[in-house]
């Protein structure tokens, strides 16, 4: 919860829900009302361009994994780990740590910004990291399923078999949405989920 003790600080919310979901499109409402958003996945390929990093991820998949510039080839190495949980559970291990300095730096950052009204976190694994714990409030973004894969298929070109090895990784749905404070529909257009964002953000202020 946001802390009262505290007048004046910004406030960090989480974003979680399933794959295609449409947290960023959450995110980027928030941002119209002066939210600073900061994104696990452009973390994440932050993370996998580090050198130490990329020594340790040669060393255990070999350079199969990595294009031709020498960078690592996210959708080659997500077909490894997404197939077996030890794998994955090897890539978090080098990845994680690295991302939560970062998002811990972007934090701080945030708050020092005089346009900043309020952090929101747009990360797919923030329960499965234990990322939440820097968050006042978790926003559970829900969309059926049929609406996710289709718009998982569109804007990212994943096939069924490759949302659903993703999906399997993670906190499973009824899971999340038990830990949420507040729930944002995206089933539709952007029009309709934005008096949503509107309300949440006067319920926070009230």
Not at 13 to 40: D, M, Q, T, W
Request: net charge neutral.
């Amino acid at each position: 919860m946001i802390d009262p003790e505290l007048p004046g600080r910004k406030p960090v919310v989480g974003l979680i829900g399933g794959i295609g979901s449409g947290k960023s499109r959450v995110a980027a409402e928030f941002a119209r009302h002066g939210a600073r958003v900061i994104v696990g996945d452009q973390l994440g390929h932050e993370a996998l361009r580090q050198p130490a990093v990329k020594e340790q991820i040669a060393a255990r998949w070999g350079r199969d994994v990595f294009d031709a510039a020498g960078e690592v080839d996210r959708r080659r190495l997500a077909r490894i780990v997404f197939a077996d949980p030890a794998e994955l559970r090897a890539l978090e291990a080098l990845t994680f740590p690295w991302i939560e300095r970062r998002l811990a730096e972007e934090i701080v950052l945030a708050r020092q910004d005089p346009a900043v009204r309020l952090i929101v976190v747009d990360a797919a694994v923030l329960l499965e990291a234990g990322w939440n714990r820097c968050c006042d409030r978790v926003v559970y973004v829900h969309a059926p399923r049929a609406v996710r894969h289709r718009r998982v298929a569109e804007q990212r070109g994943w096939t069924a078999k490759e949302v659903e090895a993703r999906a399997n990784s993670q906190m499973s749905l009824t899971d999340k949405v038990t830990r949420a404070d507040d729930v944002v529909d995206n089933s539709g257009p952007a029009e309709e989920m934005a008096p949503r964002v509107d309300e949440l953000l006067r319920q926070w202020s009230a």
